[in-house]
């Protein structure tokens, strides 16, 4: 690309007229040379984009959607080794130390239907030694020890429950037949658990689950009651194993917030649990 034509001059003098014109021109047409010299455009940079009118900051902004009809984040899978843990796994629970521990009922369970996903999201097997529990991160890490017998093993959580108020782990088929759970069906079990993806005491996504309900009529008053005094939670009521349920996840799956509805909560069927959904 080359500028506006000059005459050639063997010498520069002051040309009047042309400067009168140069002026008129585009500033990046304007760099031509005396002599025998062939005029050439610069290559100028972009200019950045220019900055947003100061009146502009000040202007208020338009309210933000409403949120509370949004349907709730999924939560990803979490997925767990065939067979539930590694030889990995294992070489780590003999070199490390559990970071807690926990006393309680076990008992063990099966799913009530082929192909029914457990809570992380894979298809649930009776066959690999993993576990339900309410509050501790998915896919962490546990040693289950029966008190009563000694025997002992280690498992995954991939599930969520129990859903009874005095038991903490609900175990696979095979989990339960590791720790000598599976002919007493409810027994006085440890957990040591040895490694959490998650933070176990902050964070993390969580609801409340009630029930069971006897029928879905009831399920369903519950339902709308929640609605009414959570307007931006979600809820839900779904069928279980011969039962009824009800769930509300608060805006943001917040856990202050599903703690303090849990303590709330008095239904007149089944109980009131706090779940943790990561």
């Known amino acids: 690309m080359t500028g506006p034509v000059h005459r050639r001059r063997r010498r520069c003098s002051p040309n009047w ?12 047409l304007l760099l031509s040379g005396c ?16 900055p947003a009118p ?18 709730p984040a999924r939560i990803p899978i979490t997925p767990a080794p065939p067979g ?8 780590f629970v003999r070199t490390h130390r559990p970071i807690l521990s926990e006393e309680g009922l076990a008992t063990w369970y099966t799913a009530p239907y082929k192909g029914r996903k457990s809570a992380n999201g894979q298809v649930f097997d009776d066959r690999a ?3 339900a529990h309410r509050t501790l991160p998915m896919g962490s890490l ?28 609900d175990l696979t088929i095979a989990s339960a037949k590791a720790t000598g759970v599976y002919r007493a069906g409810l027994v006085q079990v440890r957990i040591d658990v040895y490694r959490a ?41 779904f069928p279980g ?19 303090s509805i849990a303590r709330k909560l008095r239904p007149s069927e089944g109980e009131a649990f706090l779940t943790r959904l990561d």
């Open 17 to 28: 007229a042309g400067l009168a014109l140069a002026f008129m021109v585009p500033a990046t």
């Open 35 to 50: 002599g025998h010299r062939n005029t050439t455009v610069a290559q100028l940079p972009a200019p950045e984009a220019a």
């Open 129 to 131: 030694l993993t576990a």
């Open 241 to 259: 194993d011969e039962s009824y349920w009800v769930r509300i996840r608060p805006q943001g799956d917040n856990r202050e917030m599903a703690e």
């Open 142 to 169: 546990v040693v289950v020890t029966n008190l009563k017998t000694g025997q002992s093993s280690a498992m995954r959580i991939t599930d969520r429950g129990p859903f009874a108020e005095d038991r903490i782990i």
């Open 197 to 237: 993806p998650k933070p176990i005491e902050t964070g993390g996504r969580w609801c409340v689950q009630i029930g069971a309900f006897r029928s879905e009529r009831a399920a369903e008053k519950l339902k709308s009651q929640l609605l009414r005094k959570y307007p931006a939670s979600n809820v839900i009521e």
């Open 54 to 71: 100061i009146a502009s900051l000040s202007a208020p902004r338009a309210n933000p959607p409403a949120t509370q009809n949004l349907p």
């Open 84 to 91: 539930g843990i590694s030889a990995e796994d294992i070489e």
